[in-house]
C-alpha cells in the first residue's frame, strides 16, 4: 500500500508535501520521496520526518509525493519516478498494481522500450512516451485507458498536474483547493488537516488537470465501473477518512455490530487490537454491551506489523503490550480486523494468556482472507493466506484462542450495502476480482 500527494500553486510546495505525507504515513513506511519545481527531488528510507527534513528542501510552488511499503520492485526503486521525454519531462507517483505489468512491459521492450526500474509504475511512463498524440495531455489520457488497473495516480509534468483513478477505483484519491492552488491525496483526512475546501473524490476512470489560471478539468477516459477495495475501510485508511461520503470509522463499528449479531460471543471485556481494531471493538461492544477495556496497550513509535516487509513477530512484541491489570482473571474477547498470515494474532493470544487471563476468544469483523491482492497489497501469494490453508478449528487451534469467529462474506457485504457503499471489490474474502 501507499500514499501519494500532488501540489499545484501553492507556497512551498515542498512543505506541504511533507505535511500530506505525514498525514498518509500509515500507508507506508519504508520509503518517502518528493518531486518539487524542475523535477528536483528527495528520497530516502524512513519515516516521512527522516528523509523530508528541512535541510533537504527545495523551495518550489509545484510538486508530488510518496510514501511506500514494497508490493513490486526494489527498495532502492523509490518513487516518485521521473524521465525527460520528447513531450516534456514528466514524474509520477503511484498507488496500486498494474495487473498486467509482465506483458505490457514485454510489449515496451519489444517495440525498443528500455526499463530504468522494475517498478510497473514506469510503464505508465513508457505509454505517455508512445501515445500517437504530441500534446501531452491527450497522451496520458490514451496511457490511462489502455492500463486497466490498479491505480490512483499524481502525474507533474512541465505544464501540468494530473491526477487519476482506474475505471474500477480500486484505489481512493481525493483533492481541495488550498490557497490559490490544489492539493491532491490519497485520503480526504490529510486534505482536512491542511484546512483544504471544496475537497472532491475523484471519480474512477477519470483524470484531472491542474494548470495556471484555470479551474480544475476533469476529463472522463474509461466508463466507471465501481469497485473500491472495502480492505480500505476495514484496515489501511485513517478512522477520520471518508470514502463515498461514508466515514471510516462507522463502518468499523457496523461491521463489529454485525459480528455480534451473527456470533454473540460473551465475555467479561471486549479488548480491541489496536489501532485498526478499535473502532469494531467499540461496536461489538456497544450491541453486545460487554465494557471496552485497553486490555494491550500500543507503542504508536512502532510501525503497522502487517505493512512491514520482515521480522513481524519482533515488530508485534515491541508495539503491543498486555495490560495484566485489566486482563488477569478474565474471559477476554479480542476484537481485530483481519487476519492475514496468522503470525500476528498468535502472538497477541500468547501475550494475553501471559497475563493470566481465564479464557481468550478471537473475534474478526471480516472474512477469512483467502484470495490474494494484486491491485497494490502485499499479499499476492495465497500460499501467504493462513486462511486459504486451514479451516477454522485449525486456524483456532494455530491462533491458540479458546474461540475463533469471523463475520460472514454475506454478512460483510451487508453492512456495505447498509452504510451506503456499494461497487466494492471483495476478491481477497470471495475470489471475485474485477480485472
Not at 505535511?19 to 528527495?42: E, I, M, P, Y
Not at 527545495?58 to 510518496?66: Q, V
Request: aromatic share 10%; with cysteine.
Amino acid at each position: 500500500m501507499c500514499g501519494i500527494a500532488g501540489v499545484w500553486n501553492v507556497d512551498e510546495a515542498y512543505n506541504v508535501i511533507h505535511d500530506v505525507l505525514l498525514t498518509l504515513q500509515h500507508r507506508g513506511q519504508q520509503s518517502a520521496g518528493v518531486v518539487v519545481n524542475g523535477f528536483k527531488s528527495v528520497k530516502g528510507e524512513g519515516l516521512v520526518e527522516n528523509v523530508l527534513t528541512s535541510e533537504r528542501y527545495i523551495p518550489g510552488t509545484k510538486g508530488i509525493g510518496h510514501v511506500r511499503y514494497s508490493t513490486y520492485g526494489s527498495l532502492d526503486e523509490i518513487q516518485p519516478i521521473t524521465a525527460h521525454t520528447l513531450k516534456g519531462r514528466i514524474s509520477v507517483a503511484h498507488n496500486g498494481n498494474i495487473v498486467d505489468a509482465d506483458e505490457k512491459r514485454r510489449f515496451i521492450m519489444e517495440s525498443g522500450g528500455i526499463f530504468a526500474t522494475t517498478l510497473d509504475t514506469e510503464i505508465i511512463i513508457h505509454y505517455f512516451s508512445i501515445a500517437p498524440y504530441a500534446n501531452p495531455r491527450e497522451s496520458l489520457q490514451w496511457a490511462l485507458s489502455r492500463i486497466k488497473a490498479a491505480y490512483s495516480i499524481v502525474v507533474l509534468h512541465d505544464t501540468f498536474l494530473a491526477a487519476a483513478r482506474d475505471s474500477f477505483g480500486i484505489r481512493p484519491l481525493f483533492y481541495g483547493k488550498f490557497q490559490e492552488g490544489y492539493i491532491v491525496a490519497s485520503e480526504d483526512v490529510a486534505l482536512r488537516v491542511l484546512g483544504c475546501e471544496e475537497i472532491t473524490e475523484i471519480e474512477p476512470g477519470t483524470v484531472v488537470f491542474f494548470t495556471d489560471n484555470k479551474p480544475p478539468e476533469i476529463v472522463r477516459f474509461a466508463k466507471r465501473d465501481d469497485r473500491f477495495c472495502s480492505f480500505e475501510f476495514v484496515y489501511f485508511a485513517r478512522p477520520d477518512s471518508n470514502f463515498y461520503g461514508v466515514n471510516v470509522h462507522e463502518v468499523r463499528k457496523a461491521l463489529g455490530r454485525k459480528l455480534y449479531e451473527e456470533h454473540k460471543l460473551q465475555a467479561d471485556i471486549v479488548v480491541p487490537v489496536l489501532d485498526s481494531g478499535f473502532s469494531g471493538a467499540l461496536g461489538y461492544s456497544q450491541a453486545s454491551g460487554i465494557p471496552i477495556e485497553y486490555g494491550l496497550i500500543r507503542n504508536h513509535y512502532i510501525g503497522r506489523s502487517f505493512i512491514m516487509p520482515k521480522n513481524r513477530q519482533d515488530i508485534v512484541r515491541r508495539k503491543l503490550a498486555a495490560l495484566n491489570a485489566v486482563l488477569e482473571g478474565k474471559e477476554v474477547l479480542l476484537i481485530d480486523d483481519s487476519i492475514v498470515r496468522g503470525t500476528t494474532m498468535k502472538l497477541i493470544v500468547e501475550m494475553v494468556k501471559e497475563a493470566g487471563v481465564k479464557k481468550v476468544y478471537v473475534g474478526i469483523h471480516s472474512p477469512p482472507v483467502v484470495g490474494p491482492c494484486n491491485y497494490g497489497i502485499d499479499t499476492s501469494r495465497r500460499s501467504e493466506l493462513i486462511a486459504s490453508q486451514n479451516d477454522l478449528e485449525k486456524l483456532q487451534e494455530y491462533v491458540g484462542a479458546d474461540k475463533l469467529v469471523y463475520l460472514s462474506v454475506e454478512g460483510y457485504r451487508e453492512v456495505f450495502e447498509s452504510c451506503g457503499v456499494r461497487g466494492i471489490c471483495m476478491g481477497c474474502f470471495d475470489l471475485n476480482y474485477p480485472v
